[in-house]
């Protein structure tokens, strides 16, 4: 079955940086486009960013700039770096993936932004 695990959460000050990683099983990796999502308190689950299979990068307009996703199809890894963080960012960040007309998420990472 699919198996996505996000690590790389934490608590960082305004400005900082952090990168996230999702490790992915049971499914075709490099033919996946992956997705991660964001959901603060009280809020409804947002799309972050977007890496199709062919490479392609698509991102909220809220993190344009800040924000980068990649992928490494060897190690069925995607990545979030995040830099220059602001309290906003504080959310549950989890990987996705759509397969068969199923989304497949992760636990989720907490991510903490505050002084």
């Known amino acids: 079955q699919v198996q996505l695990v996000e690590s790389g959460g934490g608590l960082v000050q305004p400005g900082g940086s952090l990168r996230l990683s999702c490790a992915a099983s049971g499914l075709n990796f490099g033919d996946n486009a992956m997705d991660w999502y964001r959901q603060a308190p009280g809020k409804q689950r947002e799309l972050v960013a977007t890496?199709?299979?062919?490479?392609?990068?698509n991102y909220a307009d809220s993190v344009k700039g800040r924000f980068t996703i990649s992928r490494d199809n060897a190690k069925t890894t995607v990545y979030l770096q995040m830099n220059s963080l602001q309290r906003e960012d504080t959310a549950v960040y989890y990987c996705?993936?759509?397969?068969?007309?199923?989304?497949?998420w992760g636990q989720g990472t907490q991510v903490t932004v505050s002084s």
């Open positions: 890496i199709t299979s062919a490479g392609s990068r």
């Open positions: 996705a993936a759509f397969r068969f007309g199923t989304f497949y």
